[in-house]
């Protein structure tokens, strides 16, 4: 607290120099009186504390959401659900050992860094690894040299948009460590497209460590789709089966089962499990409209999902980034892999734009694998692989060279690539970009691409 004769505590050790005033000593600490030295405070505290007592269903923690799709939600999470549930996460889909040394590369204060950081692993005393800084500085391969084989990381996660990052930077930087510690791979974040996948299996794991691909939200507080290690048989890019506990259903827009391998559908939940968030903080009629209003009855996670001949679960996307181009609803996942299936091609974020014939045509962006420049020959070429992967309906209108994309820490921001390919430049809320930096030069490029 700033001010006069407001409390502060001195830090002084020692020859803390003052007077009594009214039985306590006054201490002048710089310019400002403080009221008691943290020394002296010490010597009198006692070495337990005894426990706040709390219900199960007391608030644990607010926590506001990634704003990816519109206004961030203050997401409520109680005491003993969310921690038991975290915890019984942590120490299943990561088949957590003693002798285990976890990493997960999230930021803390963002939802896996509360539940699969702090919460969950603490929760089974876990050893843990706390990363700060950007997994590509001083040096590329910083994150398999100075931290997997030097603290012998055994459970690795991460987010696909950070596997994409380092695959710009090719094979060598992670071949040059042993990274013979690791046993367990995961993914957090977004779906993540099967060439990433493919890479971060056969590069980073060897083709030996299981890939834990899980599906959860801030709202769910823990994974709700996801495979068991060594015990799931995995799909590249599937979320593959629900845990414990959770029972999925795929609904059409008049809320029908949509069932088998059907595209476009929406993922819902039919019963709660012990971490599902009990409110939007001061606004309990927004976390009723936002989550229970479309489905009466199920919760509504707002992903489309499609389930293939075998029962596994593929996240497809948002369902606010579905794609109108001239029939049903595409999704850009499929567009954005055939892109990043192209050698020049390191990462894609594709987006509708108002069309006046079509609907919406599509607009792409794509950043260059490192030393390769954009050109109208490359764009040529990767329309067309576009076209002869997925048909001539979902040949982009539009491709962009995006040197960066605006992200959180976790995903693509799309509703801010929607405004660039727009040209607005009312973008909304974007406290949570991860570098904001990056929206002016897509503004920039943009203005080099003829639309």
């Excluded at 969310?82 to 963002?110: N, R, S």
């Excluded at 996660?157 to 094979?171: E, F, N, V």
């Excluded at 996948?197 to 709700?224: A, L, M, S």
Aim: net charge negative.
């Amino acid at each position: 607290m700033e001010g006069e004769g407001s409390p502060n505590l001195c830090v002084e050790r020692e020859g803390c120099e003052g007077m009594e005033r009214g039985g306590r000593k006054e201490v002048a600490c710089g310019t400002r009186r403080v009221d008691q030295c943290w020394h002296a405070l010490l010597r009198g505290a006692a070495d337990e504390c005894e426990p706040e007592w709390c219900d199960s269903e007391d608030p644990l923690f607010i926590l506001y959401t990634s704003g990816s799709t519109g206004k961030p939600k203050g997401v409520l999470h109680t005491l003993s659900g969310y921690m038991l549930y975290t915890a019984a996460t942590f120490k299943l889909v990561f088949d957590h050992q003693p002798e285990d040394v976890y990493w997960c590369t999230a930021d803390i204060g963002w939802i896996t860094g509360h539940s699969y950081i702090t919460y969950g692993p603490l929760a089974n005393g876990a050893t843990s690894v706390l990363f700060e800084g950007l997994p590509t500085y001083p040096d590329v391969s910083r994150m398999w040299g100075d931290i997997v084989d030097k603290y012998q990381v055994s459970k690795f996660y991460t987010a696909p948009t950070a596997i994409r990052l380092l695959m710009k930077y090719g094979s060598e930087p992670v071949l040059r460590y042993k990274r013979d510690s690791l046993k367990v791979l995961g993914t957090v974040g977004e779906p993540i497209n099967p060439e990433a996948w493919h890479w971060y299996n056969n590069v980073v794991g060897d083709k030996r460590c299981p890939i834990v691909d899980t599906f959860w939200q801030t709202e769910t507080g823990g994974h709700v789709l996801t495979p068991l290690p060594a015990a799931t048989p995995l799909k590249p890019g599937s979320a593959t089966f629900p845990f414990f506990a959770v029972v999925p259903a795929i609904l059409n827009e008049s809320g029908g089962g949509a069932g088998g391998a059907r595209r476009g559908a929406t993922l819902v939940f039919k019963q709660p499990w012990p971490g599902v968030m009990r409110s939007v903080y001061g606004n309990h009629q927004r976390f009723q409209s936002t989550y229970f209003k479309k489905f009466p009855g199920y919760y509504v996670t707002g992903d489309g999902c499609r389930r293939d001949e075998d029962g596994y679960y593929w996240i497809t996307g948002r369902i606010d980034d579905m794609l109108n181009v001239l029939g049903p609803p595409a999704e850009h996942g499929g567009v954005e892999s055939a892109l990043v299936e192209h050698e020049a091609v390191a990462e894609a974020a594709v987006v509708g734009r108002p069309h006046p014939v079509k609907g919406e045509s599509l607009y792409c962006f794509v950043t260059l694998q490192r030393g390769v420049a954009f050109s109208c020959s490359l764009e040529a070429e990767l329309k067309k692989q576009v076209r002869e992967k997925i048909g001539a309906i979902a040949t982009p209108d539009h491709i962009q060279d995006a040197p960066g994309l605006p992200k959180t820490i976790r995903k693509i921001m799309r509703r801010i690539l929607r405004k660039i390919a727009c040209d607005e430049r009312d973008l909304g809320d974007v406290s949570t970009l991860a570098d904001s930096s990056v929206v002016e030069q897509l503004f920039l490029n943009r203005r080099c691409t003829a639309v």
